[in-house]
């Protein structure tokens, strides 16, 4: 492999040259919200773009970096901000390095114990999400959240267990002002 650059466009996030690009449109994260009558609605309307992913590819080795930036959309369903579906990493003791661009929001992260933390996004502000801890990115303001990423190559991603479970915390709009709530989904089980 040899070495490359790309340009981040901001406040779009767009990275050029990039290899893949990614859209997740509101059906795609059919489940991962707490108001199903809400997502239902919004859905029968239109299947609004909820986020996109710009990457640039390397071989999946230990060894290599893979980077990208992540634009989430602003907007709700219901009080429940538009985000990421959210995922850990096949390789579990994997960590990703987040660093914010643009916009206002926050990381929900959780250990597969249930460890939660959720932790502000501003501009300028680096995140470390250490190993074996999901994450999500959640747009919490009226500006697209945009960040870049790093991680190894060789992590891969597992959607599967967020899909099925969901975080156990989310955050909702309560009284004009973002909130942690207990998920409704894991308090059901």
């Known amino acids: 492999m040899n070495p490359f650059a790309s340009n981040i466009h901001l406040p779009e996030g767009l990275l050029t040259p990039h290899h893949t690009r990614i859209t997740r449109r509101l059906s795609s994260m059919k489940g991962q919200y707490a108001d199903q009558p809400a997502f239902d609605t919004m859905l029968a309307k239109e299947d609004t773009l909820i986020y996109e992913v710009y990457e640039n590819k390397v071989p999946e080795v230990r060894g290599q970096l893979l980077h ?49 933390s959720a932790m502000e996004l501003l501009p300028g502000m ?22 870049l990423f790093i991680y190894p190559g060789d992590a891969g991603h597992d959607y599967g267990t967020i899909e099925t479970k969901g975080f156990r915390k989310i955050i909702v709009e309560n009284d004009s002002q973002p909130a942690i709530v207990d998920n409704p989904h894991w308090l059901a089980k």
């Open 126 to 147: 680096v995140l470390y999400v250490p190993p074996c801890w999901a994450h999500r990115s959640i747009n919490i303001g009226n500006d697209d959240l945009v960040t």
């Open 68 to 116: 990208g930036t992540s634009i989430v959309h602003p907007g709700k369903v219901g009080d429940e901000y538009f985000m990421t579906k959210g995922h850990f990493h096949k390789v579990l003791a994997t960590a990703e390095v987040y660093y914010c661009l643009h916009g206002h929001g926050f990381m929900m992260m959780e250990t597969p114990e249930g460890e939660s």
